[in-house]
């Protein structure tokens, strides 16, 4: 998060907005300095933080005096909240209007004593509202800018971001001013704004907007440059499949070494040939002019994408985003299946519109003339059809009874996109959905692989702090993964659900089926070498263990679609640490009984009972079952083992309302569930079946990143910030306070040489003994009235007698099968004589009866025994004297 934000570092990278401004401009807006400041970000309801705020920025040449100026909601009536109180407001400074108290709000976000803020404010906005500024007190004349919107009503005209939590901002300049909620997005953390996470965990940029022209510097001169039109009309245009550029700046700017490409990723863009208006080859866009240039990649009319890029990448590759646009069928030319008249996909107007479809084109010119007939599109739906396809999650459902009841969420509630949308679309999966596993890699914090269930893995990076595809060896749109020996994409597609990374660097994945045999079961463990060059990985090793879950059938697709759903790598060393117990042989796992299994056991995520099925794999594909671990949850999709907490991690989806279970060694030696967590408030109860912890090494204040992955994609819904994107990003705590794990361990060995203090417990020759007083050198065992004392104890807790011991009156123990408790202090005298300090405990042979009469046992007045068969009762204090039936004078009376 950035501290102490200053007026200084409000100039931000961004598209220039003379053209953007001048279309924008509400028509009451009545003076040339008031239409320079603009709402530039809010949030209407705060989830961690102290209060909701309003973001004005002053966009224009001069400073502006806030006397006079104000504030309301939907109210819309002028003075009801001063502005006066911020003063000037300077060439691209930002003011916030807030209901938090000044000192908290800075706090809270990191912003220093350079940013105005206007505290205090108790005028609340709504989901329904709206945002009016005036810079004086006429509702009409001086209303300087305005923002409605509604992301309650489904029937609602003015749509919008739900801010709550997460800041509303603009998507491009054109947004600025427009009144239309329609062009704002949601903040995610690491943004084009800088956005970062306020200390109690919301998202948001306050006190600085990237839209900001500080002192008249427009920002980098390619930021002026925009995609201004598009056509995939082939041969009806001026080039096959055309692209204009306009230049919105006022100076030349070089588009010489430019690379562009189509709905593909950046690795696969190439380097253009653009020519002026006239037909002129030229590297250079004129200020306020344009250029054109035919696609590098086909454009197809069914609907597609172009993305142009700056060539700061390694070695002239695509780097820096400078524009984009996507389309749909029939949107930028003919189109068979959608054929509404459109030639071309056009800003309208010229660098700072939004795209409409117009059936003129204009290449190498204004836009203006084709943008008075715009046309509507047949297909159009309240949001733009995607080139993914989101699919809707399952009924969400409750956890069974024989799961742990979950608690909150340990760490922040907020949630952020961690991926660029539709980014995970592929030749065998196109709509981008399935991305089922993930997992990071133990030697790099940095990357992260990912797998879909379309026969895919995926290498990840950190850019812009979203994870793309890394470009290196071949990862660039993925790679396509097969069962071993074949590379036939017809028939050999393992349907990969989980992966995990092994002590040998290669990734472990999980198969449930063939997706050319979708109703046949083929739970399968296959080994790939991350390392291999191309665009293909052929599994090295197979492990088959379809016949291990012989309830899984074969014809029945439902069962084939709930075999292995994750797989994780559990070290030897932290199993063989606490005692984990081998329930193949009840006994204490022992690696070596398995000499071919490498150096850890594979826990296997089944979805079908929610179970870990723990294996040790051999180097000649042969397996071992060591154990089965149940997750309590009936249902899991991905399973991780976490060397920060030492523990296995597991995740249900929606099933289960999105819950995960932690586990680890209990003190017998199983693996069962220790915690179980909610998910976090910001996250979507969507189908999630991936999981991954970032190492501890990553822990930054406190906490660290984790990662889901929706595999279908479809975030809040049709039209949500949220739809199209698979990986959600959050922060857990790094310390959980999980407390110790495992089999108790025995004291150290005895050592000849040190010094031992009173209490002080070691272990020798198979048993523990306690020091009673210091003692240096003497060999415990030797002495039954030395410095040592023999600790034994039964497996119900009860203390054994050893001669060394001490014990003090009311003690018990148990010697020989019998019990006795202590009458007095006593050492070395064995439990089961008559007079001596000991008094044998005899449990009635039936509950609630009277036990038999013992001759090592002391009995007061009033106690009941039985003896040969009949029933006493002791008259006074007695002890080894047996009862009589006709003792006349003794201590106990025949009562039955």
């Known amino acids: 998060m950035p501290l102490h934000i200053s007026r200084s570092l409000a100039t931000l990278a961004a598209a220039a907005l003379a053209g953007a401004l001048a279309v924008a401009l509400p028509a009451a807006a009545h003076a040339e300095t008031a239409a320079a400041v603009r709402i530039t970000e809010w949030m209407y309801n705060p989830v961690s933080s102290s209060g909701e705020y309003i973001e004005i920025t002053n966009l224009g040449a001069t400073p502006v005096d806030l006397a006079g100026w104000s504030f309301d909601d939907d109210s819309a009536a002028p003075g009801t909240v001063p502005l006066g109180g911020l003063g000037i407001l300077a060439v691209g400074e930002s003011a916030i209007i807030t209901e938090s108290a000044d000192a908290v709000f800075r706090s809270e976000w990191g912003l220093d004593a350079s940013v105005k803020i206007l505290a205090g404010n108790t005028v609340n906005l709504g989901r329904a509202d709206e945002i009016n500024i005036f810079d004086g007190p006429d509702a009409v004349a001086d209303l300087v800018d305005r923002l409605a919107y509604d992301d309650q009503s489904a029937i609602a ?202 059936s003129g084109k204009s290449f190498g010119a204004s836009n203006a003339l084709p943008c008075q007939t715009p046309l509507t599109n047949p297909a159009d739906v309240p949001t733009p059809t995607l080139p993914c396809q989101p699919e809707a999650p399952d009924a969400a459902a409750a956890l069974p009874g024989t799961a742990l009841p979950p608690t909150a969420w340990p760490g922040s509630p907020a949630v952020t996109i961690a991926d660029a949308q539709c980014a995970w679309t592929t030749s065998t999966g196109p709509e981008g959905r399935d991305v089922s596993g993930l997992v990071f890699d133990p030697s790099d914090a940095n990357v992260m692989y990912a797998v879909k269930n ?32 074949s590379t036939d994409s017809a028939t050999n597609q393992p349907d990969t659900e989980g992966l995990t990374i092994g002590p040998d660097g290669a990734l472990y994945v999980t198969t449930e089926r063939n997706n050319q045999a979708n109703d046949i079961p083929l739970n399968s463990i296959l080994r790939f070498d991350p390392g291999q060059s191309g665009t293909q990985l052929v599994a090295t090793d197979e492990w088959n263990l379809t016949a291990e879950f012989p309830e899984l059938h074969a014809g029945n697709r439902t069962e084939a679609n709930l075999g292995f759903e994750g797989v994780t790598f559990v070290p030897d060393a932290y199993l063989t640490a606490n005692g984990f117990v081998d329930q193949s042989t009840g006994t204490t796992y022992a690696p070596g009984a398995y000499p071919s299994h490498g150096t850890g056991l594979y826990f296997a995520a089944l979805e079908n009972d929610g179970r870990l099925y723990a294996y040790a794999l051999d180097s000649d594909h042969a397996f071992h079952r060591v154990a089965v671990v149940d997750t309590g949850m009936g249902h899991v999709m991905d399973v991780q083992f976490d060397a920060g907490t030492q523990r296995i991690w597991a995740l249900c989806d929606n099933t289960c309302g999105v819950t995960t279970t932690v586990l680890k060694v209990s003190s017998t030696g199983t693996i069962v569930p220790e915690a179980a967590y909610s998910r976090p408030a910001g996250l979507p109860v969507n189908n999630l079946e991936g999981f991954a912890l970032a190492p501890d090494s990553t822990c930054v204040d406190g906490t660290r990143e984790v990662l889901w992955s929706d595999d279908g994609i479809y975030g809040d819904g049709p039209g949500s910030a949220t739809e199209g994107h698979a990986l959600y ?70 203390a054994i007698w050893t001669s060394s011991r001490i014990f003090t009156t009311g003690d018990t123990v148990v010697h020989q099968g019998r019990t006795f408790t202590a009458l007095w202090w006593t050492r070395g005298q064995t439990p089961g004589g008559v007079g001596g300090p000991w008094s044998e405990i005899v449990a009635p042979t039936i509950p609630g009866g009277i036990p038999a009469w013992s001759a090592a046992t002391v009995y007061n007045g009033g106690e009941k025994v039985t003896y040969q068969g009949r029933t006493y009762q002791a008259q006074w204090y007695s002890a080894g004297s047996a009862p009589s039936p006709t003792a006349q004078y003794g201590p106990w009376k025949l009562i039955g």
Do not use: M
């Open 157 to 358: 005209t003015v749509r919008g971001p739900r801010t709550q939590g997460v800041a509303g901002i603009p998507k491009t300049g054109a947004a600025l001013g427009a009144n239309d909620a329609s062009q704002w997005q949601l903040s995610v953390v690491g943004d084009a704004e800088g956005s970062w996470a306020s200390t109690p965990g919301d998202i948001g940029s306050p006190g600085r907007s990237r839209f900001a022209d500080e002192g008249g510097s427009g920002g980098p001169a390619w930021a002026s440059i925009r995609i201004n039109e598009v056509s995939s009309d082939n041969g009806s245009t001026p080039v096959g499949d055309a692209i204009e550029l306009h230049n919105t700046g006022a100076a030349d700017v070089s588009i010489d070494g430019w690379l562009q490409t189509d709905s593909g990723a950046a690795s696969g863009a190439t380097t253009f040939s653009a020519r002026l208006p006239d037909g002129t080859a030229t590297t250079v866009v004129p200020a306020h002019g344009y250029v054109y240039f035919a696609s590098t990649k086909g454009l197809g009319s069914g609907g597609d994408a172009v993305k142009l890029y700056l060539p700061d990448g390694a070695n002239g590759t695509a780097g820096t985003l400078v524009d984009s646009v996507e389309y749909t069928a029939g949107e930028a030319g003919s189109d068979e299946g959608n054929d509404f008249g459109a030639g071309a996909f056009a800003r309208c107007p010229d660098g700072t519109g939004g795209f409409v479809s117009v």
């Open 454 to 485: 379309k026969s895919w893995v995926f290498r990840l990076v950190k850019q812009g702090g979203l994870w793309v595809p890394d470009t290196s060896n071949g990862w660039g749109a993925g790679k396509q993964i097969f069962f071993p020996g």
């Open 729 to 798: 990003s959050g922060r857990i705590d790094c310390d959980l306070g999980l407390g110790d794990q495992g089999v108790p361990k025995g004291p150290d060995a005895w050592d000849r040489t040190k010094v031992y203090d009173t209490g002080d417990r070691v272990s020798f020759g198979g048993k523990v003994f306690e020091a009673l007083w210091w003692t240096s050198g003497e060999t415990p065992g030797t002495s039954s009235s030395g410095a040592w004392a023999e600790i034994a104890t039964a497996a119900d807790g009860t």
